[in-house]
DNA sequence: CTGAAAGCGCTTACAG
DNA sequence: CTGAAAGCGCTTACAG
């Protein structure tokens, strides 16, 4: 140290106000010619925090994942912590984000790729680690929860359909992806509820990639009960759907609507102009992130936080109808 | 302790030789009962090894990123480390990666957002970090580079076209962005060598993003030189010269050839089918990650290794020729 | 094969 | 306002 000590040193970095002016412009000049970093490892010990959150998004196939990780760091980034990313495998599990959290390599986690039964997670979880859930639902787990107004956007969506005519409606879902369950409660729901209950033949359960898209198209071309409608529980499902009608020589609108879940910037591109359900994400991963650093501070409340953000119905051309009909 | 020393659980723990089978077991026990896990700030400060590297990848709008991001997770994860990212602004830059890697949070960096004129970059890298410029070069800078062999690229797309017949071809590229840059100096070159230079007015610079491309169109499609090819420097905005060739009604590939770069999926979605040159990104992926730890622990050799890896050209329905004909 | 001890580089009461 | 000292939790020569 040239001049002063140590101490005295450590309280400029920190900004610490117990530091003569004086002093501190004499250290801050030399620490800014040596270049001096402190090393954050040794800060991380010191005082137990790595300064860092991880978050596990599904395998990125699915673009909204990219979307999730762009707002969660945006936001990570604001409060002046580190990010690191785990990519899930196909059922959710990230063994190293949960090994990096109990070694305290990180100081919390945001999970965005849950499913139900998760035994490793729902341990950590009850043991008291700060993760909050984002994006998707787990019955039955104790910790902080911030999700879609899914069940609200399926009504949306039946609401709007039936305003508008449509009566013979298929739904594209999957089993395991808690939105897609809401989406789809929500959505029968209200059709059963307004005298339109769904045809089970018009149901298709698959993996939610593109290729389920066409597959479902196929399905339901060759049933008994050919739809005017198809609503699928996200946006890439959707567009698998659209390119199998196009090749299909099923016109939409004219023949076919098609509604997504979302609202992924593809969506709005010329060649699919999907009708869908914008979700809030940015706001979703800001809320995820507070709450995961009050849960860090140990200030949580007594019971978790389920937080459901709405979303908003945006009509672009895979529906179109009469435009002086409101959406 | 539970019977032995710190040292021997230290030694149990890292796998060390020195212990008896005996007591090895009794450790591993005792480990297993109580859920010990080390703590990692302490080993990285002992160690002077975060075992974390971080990557930064451009603004995710261009779904590439996405894959690269994917792909040296895959890479990162497969040596045990873990993976910290950060999202470089618009002119490439993430002054909080630099500062994270002087710090020691992680222990060296794959940066995929470079462009030229970096100097905070340049100055660490000439001040010995460990970083690995991949997907993008930058002119005098003296680290490890791993890019795609992009002029050659632009070679294959030159040759492609003229032993297919077309003549009046336009470029849509950017300036600040190297691969695309050296794509063109290969198309140039080639389609220059082939007799058929490019006609200037048919070079068009933007952004790179979707809107590029439907800019792009229109400026095209207003001058007096329309083209019967575009080919641009990536796939997205290959998307946005498709879709403005739907809304203006020109039919692609019978008035107008459409080439990108990168074949990330969306180009084998039928609603685009775009012909486009496949990058290997996980070969670069692993690569880079290669020689970032050989970085890391100082066995570099004596110059930058510069490596170029070779794409493909992949022939869709944007660029239909008759079946006879090879690609 | 095992243990006692030093030290990685910080921060923070504590004493002055 | 400043400094000396302790301690965060590991790993690793060193001695036995």
Excluded at 145 to 171: E, F, K, M, S
Excluded at 227 to 244: H, K, S
Aim: hydrophobic share 40%; net charge neutral.
């Amino acid at each position: 140290m040239s001049g002063v000590s140590q101490s005295t040193v450590s309280r400029v970095l920190s900004g610490h106000p117990n530091v003569s002016a004086k002093t501190r412009a004499a250290v801050t000049e030399i620490l800014n010619q040596t270049g001096f970093v402190p090393n954050a490892s040794a800060r991380a010990m010191r005082t137990q925090r790595s300064r860092s959150i991880g978050v596990v998004v599904s395998t990125p196939v699915n673009l909204y994942g990219l979307e999730v990780m762009g707002q969660v760091h945006e936001h990570v980034a604001r409060h002046g912590l580190r990010l690191s990313v785990w990519l899930a495998d196909v059922d959710g599990n990230a063994p190293d984000a949960l090994q990096a959290l109990r070694e305290r390599s990180v100081d919390g986690l945001i999970y965005t790729a849950a499913v139900d039964h998760m035994p490793e997670l729902e341990a950590d979880i009850n043991a008291g680690a700060p993760i909050v859930l984002m994006g998707r639902t787990v019955r039955g787990v104790a910790t902080d929860t911030v999700a879609g107004a899914n069940a609200q956007g399926g009504r949306r969506v039946a609401d709007y359909l039936i305003q508008h005519g449509r009566r013979d409606i298929a739904w594209v879902g999957g089993r395991a992806f808690s939105p897609g369950r809401e989406i789809e409660q929500g959505f029968r729901n209200r059709l059963a509820s307004l005298g339109a209950p769904i045809d089970e033949s018009r149901v298709v359960y698959g993996d939610l990639f593109y290729a389920s898209g066409e597959a479902a198209v196929e399905q339901l071309w060759n049933s008994k009960s050919k739809p005017d409608t198809i609503f699928c529980a996200n946006d890439l499902v959707a567009y698998g759907v659209l390119d199998a009608a196009r090749k299909s020589n099923i016109r939409v609108p004219e023949d076919l609507w098609v509604i997504g879940y979302n609202n992924i910037p593809i969506s709005g591109w010329a060649a699919y102009d999907l009708t869908t359900v914008y979700q809030p994400i940015a706001d979703m991963a800001r809320v995820s992130v507070e709450l995961l650093l009050q849960r860090i501070e140990g200030k949580q409340g007594p019971s978790p936080q389920r937080r459901r953000l709405e979303g908003k119905l945006i009509v672009r051309g895979s529906t179109a109808h009469a435009p002086h009909e409101s959406s």
